[in-house]
């Protein structure tokens, strides 16, 4: 896959909780990231921040998060919602959907774009 756009990496990091503000009394902006303060640039893309920012808010919405390392052939993202089907005898049966994937060499990219692909359909959704 491509690199993400700065657009797409802000709105990806916001998406997470890391917030553009204003401080007036200096006069300039910084990101605000979740128990902390005065931080100024975005996170990079790295596997530390993805599973500090992303996977977490994943988890917390009951969305399990996995990145699979193939041998020699790169890396598998996905993210899953929880489902149910109901059995001929009226019992359910859970079961894992997959909502985003992503394949890339990069693990960080991998797992970027998969979690891309399920809040890029999200936003739609609004």
Request: include cysteine; proline fraction near 8%.
């Amino acid at each position: 896959m491509t690199e993400p756009t700065k657009e797409q990496i802000k709105a990806f990091w916001e998406w997470c909780g890391i917030k553009e503000r204003f401080e007036s009394d200096t006069g300039t902006w910084y990101y605000h990231y979740p128990n902390r303060v005065n931080d100024i640039e975005l996170p990079p893309v790295d596997l530390n921040n993805l599973f500090k920012y992303a996977v977490p808010k994943f988890q917390d919405m009951g969305n399990p998060v996995t990145l699979e390392a193939y041998e020699h052939k790169g890396y598998l993202a996905r993210v899953y919602k929880d489902c149910f089907t109901q059995r001929p005898d009226g019992s359910y049966e859970p079961f894992l959907e997959p909502i985003g994937e992503c394949k890339d060499d990069d693990p960080a990219l991998a797992l970027f774009w998969a979690i891309w692909e399920v809040i890029h359909d999200k936003s739609k959704d609004r």
